[in-house]
T-cell receptor, first 115, second 113 residues
Framework: EAQVTQNPRYLITVTGKKLTVTCSQNMNHEYMSWYRQDPGLGLRQIYYSMNVEVTDKGDVPEGYKVSRKEKRNFPLILESPSPNQTSLYFC??????????????FGEGSRLTVL | QKEVEQNSGPLSVPEGAIASLNCTYSDRGSQSFFWYRQYSGKSPELIMFIYSNGDKEDGRFTAQLNKASQYVSLLIRDSQPSDSATYLCAVNWPNFGNEKLTFGTGTRLTIIP
């Protein structure tokens, strides 16, 4: 089954404790991205990757890191989480520059709470 | 600042009626426009895309694009309770594909049986 898998789905942590949210896709997609979704602010892009070893900042990259060492994986790293990073996080993938279809395949989301 | 504006709703529509969802965008250079549906507690899923002025129909859904006025709309005919969801409008950045999409905050639609 084609899917984007995120882990963990739910996490409560404390300020400053490093954490990683994993994302894996089995569709051989070149493009992967991380979004956060907050009430009233919608979906905002954190980082994206066009292919292995190619990453770029989205609209809200501060406080986050990513890496793309393998095509299927795109982990999101919070080195020192803060309460303002409490949010619902989505990983998404797509096949290349599908400019005219725009179809992003989203993971199920990871709800993160930072105390 | 690239912006995509949607009325947050909630928009309540009787079952069987036409639901009309609207979206405006700020960047005239945007070329492609997308509607995603997000059920409560679920992830977004693409339902339609449009990149030419005019209407595009897919089943009960019609997307309408007016680049001169910088708006895109989604019509849902014969609304069903299963259409109750939040609908997200997304617009791509000029000269980019879907690697840089700007999403609106979404319109929450409720279909009343």
């Amino acid at each position: 089954e084609a899917q984007v898998t995120q882990n963990p789905r739910y996490l409560i942590t404390v300020t400053g404790k490093k954490l990683t949210v994993t994302c894996s896709q089995n569709m051989n997609h070149e493009y992967m991205s991380w979004y956060r979704q907050d009430p009233g602010l919608g979906l905002r892009q954190i980082y994206y990757s066009m292919n292995v070893e190619v990453t770029d900042k989205g609209d809200v990259p501060e406080g986050y890191k990513v890496s793309r060492k393998e095509k299927r994986n795109f982990p999101l790293i919070l080195e020192s989480p803060s309460p303002n990073q409490t949010s619902l996080y989505f990983c998404a993938s797509s096949s290349g520059l599908a400019a005219n279809t725009g179809e992003l395949f989203f993971g199920e989301g990871s709800r993160l709470t930072v105390l | 600042q690239k912006e995509v504006e949607q009325n947050s709703g909630p928009l309540s529509v009787p079952e069987g009626a036409i639901a009309s969802l609207n979206c405006t965008y700020s960047d005239r250079g945007s070329q492609s426009f997308f509607w995603y549906r997000q059920y409560s507690g679920k992830s977004p899923e693409l339902i339609m895309f449009i990149y030419s002025n005019g209407d595009k129909e897919d089943g009960r859904f019609t997307a309408q694009l007016n680049k001169a006025s910088q708006y895109v709309s989604l019509l849902i005919r014969d609304s069903q309770p299963s259409d109750s969801a939040t609908y997200l409008c997304a617009v791509n950045w000029p000269n980019f594909g879907n690697e840089k999409l700007t999403f609106g905050t979404g319109t929450r639609l409720t279909i009343i049986p």
